[in-house]
């Protein structure tokens, strides 16, 4: 399984952003795939996670309402649209895929199966 993502760039604090997550080789239909990220000096923490129906969608606190993450199963590809964005937001961005997505617990750094290259978002005030 291979994840490549794209969109990170610089913004300013207000500005808008989307993330785009491209998933090859699953074998299976049901997955999710979710987005993570890594500040200076944090650990990584998840962002928002989806699966390939819709159900069990998760959103970390300190992004919603503001970011929303949607599939397009057809295309395997996972977006993250960021909106309100706010200098807390600057960090690396991070795509998984979780193969196994039955428990609540799904999106979580430990529980994802494969990681893709971060991609560095940078939102200044």
């Known amino acids: 399984v291979q994840l490549q993502a794209s969109g990170g760039g610089l913004e300013q604090a207000g500005g808008s952003l989307r993330l785009s997550c491209s998933a090859s080789g699953f074998s299976r239909d049901y997955y999710a795939l979710g987005w993570f990220r890594q500040a200076p000096g944090k650990e990584r923490e998840a962002v928002a996670c989806?699966?390939?129906?819709?159900?069990?969608?998760y959103y970390a606190d300190s992004v919603e309402p503001r970011f929303h993450i949607s599939i397009d199963n057809a295309e395997s590809t996972v977006y993250l649209q960021m909106n309100s964005l706010e200098p807390g937001d600057t960090a690396v961005y991070y795509c998984?895929?979780?193969?196994?997505?039955?428990?609540?617990?799904?999106?979580?750094?430990?529980?994802?199966?494969?990681w893709g290259k971060g991609t560095l978002v940078t939102v200044s005030s």
């Open positions: 998984a895929a979780n193969r196994f997505p039955y428990f609540a617990d799904y999106c979580s750094t430990s529980k994802m199966h494969y």
């Open positions: 989806t699966t390939t129906t819709g159900a069990g969608t």
